[in-house]
């Protein structure tokens, strides 16, 4: 893959965080409309079934015959019995739901975004997945030349959008870029001469061509054991405000993109982000 185009990727990256932010608001009102129509139901649901009549079992009882003080002694051992057997049936219950709850946190823990060339873990149930709504953000996404043969589809692997702030006016969101191989970047590092500079360039300048963005830091760093090259954006486009951050680098002839897309620089979202690219498993 040419230089030029991967600095193509990462300004195209940016107009797809500008994209993606009215869509994810509209997904958690949808979400929110949903759960309200399902708690609803089921309380409706609830309110017509029949409440069950203990007045036929009190009967029976009161009809039944008087027994012996040994058949008494007898029966109430054997309730005795019974009582211990359900209450470590109970006990054995609240175990077993404080097991399955533990195995539903590793779960949410262990989730996250996986591709054939790394896997990045986060709280599924904090970084909703968008999607079903990649399409509109695609379409809303600029086109520029030398990208106008590519599926956007494709290149736009996941996104995901921090749920405690979905009600903002910028909703935190994640955007990775689908690895692209190339045999002939095997042998390539971001950190080789020229190769940040050339790339920063070429960003730079198409930046310069998108009113109201501009880039406000860009450095190497080092995520994950890997070396990255760190472009950062501000950007206001009339009431709407956010920041980019980028990164870029290449790994066994793989280029790879990940951007994360925010309002707050302070926010929980940027420092969560922030703390799944220094965990970022990299796959032999």
Wanted: proline share 2%.
């Amino acid at each position: 893959m040419k230089k030029k185009t991967l600095a193509a990727l990462l300004a195209l990256t940016m107009a797809l965080a500008c994209a993606s932010c009215g869509n994810t608001e509209s997904a958690e009102k949808e979400e929110k409309a949903d759960t309200t129509t399902t708690a609803a139901t089921t309380t409706a649901a609830e309110k017509d079934e029949p409440e069950e009549d203990s007045s036929s079992e009190e009967e029976a009882e009161e009809e039944e015959s008087p027994e012996s003080e040994e058949s008494k002694d007898k029966d109430k051992k054997d309730e005795s019995s019974e009582e211990k057997k359900e209450e470590k049936k109970e006990e054995k219950k609240k175990e077993d739901k404080k097991d399955d709850k533990k195995d539903e946190e590793k779960s949410e823990s262990d989730g996250g975004y996986s591709n054939d060339v790394y896997s990045v873990s986060f709280d599924t149930k904090k970084w909703v997945d968008a999607e079903s709504f990649k399409n509109l953000i695609v379409e809303q996404a600029d086109k520029t030349e030398i990208l106008q043969q590519m599926d956007l589809n494709q290149l736009l692997d996941g996104i995901y959008y921090y749920a405690d702030d979905a009600s903002s006016d910028y909703p935190s969101n994640i955007l990775f870029i689908s690895p692209m191989y190339q045999a002939e970047m095997r042998n390539v590092s971001i950190t080789d001469t020229g190769m940040a500079d050339l790339m920063f360039q070429t960003v730079e300048a198409q930046m310069q061509q998108q009113e109201g963005i501009s880039i406000t830091d860009h450095k190497l760093v080092n995520k994950g054991g890997q070396d990255w090259l760190f472009i950062q954006t501000h950007a206001e486009m009339g009431s709407m405000v956010y920041n980019c951050d980028e990164y870029v680098t290449f790994y066994n002839g793989n280029s790879l993109i990940i951007s994360v897309n925010y309002g707050s620089p302070d926010g929980a979202a940027k420092k969560e982000f922030d703390k799944m690219l220094e965990n970022i498993k990299f796959k032999s």
